[in-house]
């Protein structure tokens, strides 16, 4: 019964495994904003997660920079932007609304509305193509078959 205790918290923890246990800082204080800075970071490798779930390598590097940059005493504004000058604000989980991220906040509203347009045209003419009456020559060949 222990073991099967053991083995559930185990799988609980597994998305606090990202971080080792050697990039920890001695500083909780300093380990928990550290944290809370690489929340916010994304990983450019898997891209949906933040640098603090993700064990790719280059996610560790990012997570070693922000702690590197806190134990320098920076604050956490000037750490995200150090992060930020050097790999753009694609690395942010939440981009700023400026004109350079407007296509990542408007694109899928685009997206939408072109193809809510497109599937509208193409319902009316549709609609349009289905309401011709029949010519003579095809009402005299639906009447053969018909009597057939």
Known sequence: MRHVVLT??????????????????????????ARAISRDLRCVVCQNQSIDDSDAPLAKDLRIVVREQLKLGHSDAETMDYVVSRYG????????????????WLGPFAVIAFGGLALAFWSRRRTAAEVQPLSDIEAAELAALSDR
Do not use: C, I, N, Y
């Open 89 to 104: 604000h694609f690395v942010l989980l939440k981009p700023p609304v400026e004109p350079a991220t407007w296509a990542l």
């Open 8 to 33: 559930a918290l185990l799988l609980l923890a597994s998305p606090l495994l990202a971080v080792q246990p050697d990039e920890m800082l001695s500083d909780p204080g300093l380990e928990a904003r």
